[in-house]
């Protein structure tokens, strides 16, 4: 006992008094180490597998005589049971570090998601609806939540408020949760299956209409119909008007057609090409004019404003595509078509008044073939007969009613 208390004694004077550079033993593998600028520190010196090694148990300010003889204690145990105590020191410090990793919250990595596609969507629309129906709708529910316990009750909190009320907005909101999760799966802050997963799951929680239940269809105009509307958007002087009317000649998607700029179009080969970044596809998309669609551009080039070929209300800004919509349902009076559906209108046409080969009116519509044997084959973007094809369904548009019953021959273009 009185050999102990004295080895405690000089211990406890090392500790205080130590200033010579070098390593001062307590026994056991516990060493002071006091360094050239005179720190001093608690080091575990063992063998292991044949090797000497050193493991650092702190400093002398933190750690005190009796807390590094505990940490040496617990040291000798893990030698005893044929661990190496800094491997074990080192798994520790991963598993902490994990740990820590999985309780980032579902708002962050909902928002690290936006940020690492932001390059990938076209313009800055897709971010800002990403991020406003998520803070309405998801993030009072478990935002604040770590993303790794997100579970099934919780999604479906979420979305059963909104489900059977605004079903489109629903089923977006939860395709938009399980790509959140699936990305921090992939980052390791989760793991198990999605619980926003639709198929073999929450379909057999909403209902069978629900909007991801099955796919949902743009309302379209009868093509019958399309030259009334033609010859009405023709009496109007109004921005939406003419950019309704070229969408309508050109079969195109709503934001290919407002952000049409005029350095995009060539007046002499009747052609606008529209850049990749505006596409769908992410690939330049060829378009032939037919005679109705230059007669568009000329009304809108003695009204020219700047870039856009639909200007804006603001200076140097297109149009928006609900400026068209509004002007179908408020100023025409249409209710049963949509926008987008006017694609549909021409695809509808082309199949049942004309001969066209599929190939050629999906080529129009820039639809991208499925098929992978086709595509390897398939390289031309079918311009010549797409303009063919264009030129027919301007014709059409603006005929005759007693013409419209015709079926038209698709003739090789020369």
């Not at 080091?43 to 750690?63: A, N, Q, T, W």
């Not at 000329?298 to 070929?309: E, H, N, P, S, W």
């Amino acid at each position: 006992m009185a050999s102990s208390r004295a080895r405690m004694k000089l211990t406890a004077l090392a500790v205080g008094r130590a200033t010579k550079r070098g390593l001062h033993g307590d026994g056991g593998g516990l060493v002071l180490q006091v360094a050239k600028g005179g720190s001093r520190s608690w080091i575990f010196r063992y063998r292991f597998l044949g090797k000497i090694r050193c493991m650092g148990l702190g400093p002398v300010s933190d750690v005190g005589l009796s807390e590094a003889r505990n940490l040496a204690a617990t040291c000798r145990q893990q030698l005893r049971a044929g661990e190496d105590p800094i491997a074990a020191k080192a798994a520790k410090t991963a598993a902490a570090r994990l740990e820590l990793a999985r309780v980032v919250t579902f708002d962050t990595v909902a928002a690290a998601y936006v940020e690492a596609h932001r390059t990938g969507w076209r313009g800055g629309k897709s971010c800002e609806q990403w991020t406003n129906t998520l803070a309405a709708h998801v993030s009072p529910v478990f935002g604040s939540l770590p993303v790794g316990v997100i579970d099934t009750s919780l999604v479906i909190r979420a979305l059963e408020p909104i489900w059977s009320k605004t079903p489109t907005t629903a089923g977006r909101i939860r395709g938009r949760i399980e790509a959140i999760l699936e990305f921090a799966k992939a980052r390791g802050n989760r793991d198990g299956e999605n619980p926003a997963r639709w198929r073999g799951h929450l379909e057999n929680l909403f209902a069978a209409n629900g909007p991801a239940a099955a796919k949902q269809h743009h309302a379209a105009m009868q093509y019958v119909e399309v030259g009334d509307l033609l010859g009405k958007l023709s009496k109007r002087d109004e921005s939406p008007a003419a950019a309704l009317s070229f969408l309508v000649l050109t079969a195109c998607r709503s934001g290919e057609a407002i952000g049409a700029r005029w350095d995009e179009i060539d007046q002499e080969r009747k052609m606008w090409t529209v850049p990749a970044a505006r596409m769908k596809a992410g690939r330049e998309h060829r378009v032939p004019l037919s005679g109705a669609a230059i007669d568009v551009l000329d009304r809108m080039r003695a009204l020219r404003q700047g870039d856009f070929i639909f200007p804006g209300l603001k200076p140097n800004t297109p149009c928006v595509a609900s400026g068209m919509t509004k002007l179908l349902r408020n100023g025409l009076k249409i209710e049963f078509a949509t926008i987008h559906g006017f694609r549909s209108t021409f695809r509808d046409w082309a199949a049942e008044q004309t001969n066209t080969p599929p190939e050629i009116a999906d080529a129009a519509l820039a639809h991208v073939v499925q098929n992978k044997t086709s595509a390897a084959y398939l390289r031309s973007d079918l311009f010549d007969k797409r303009r063919f094809l264009m030129d027919e369904w301007a014709r059409y548009c603006f005929a005759a009613p007693a013409d419209t019953a015709k079926v038209i021959p698709m003739r090789q273009a020369e």
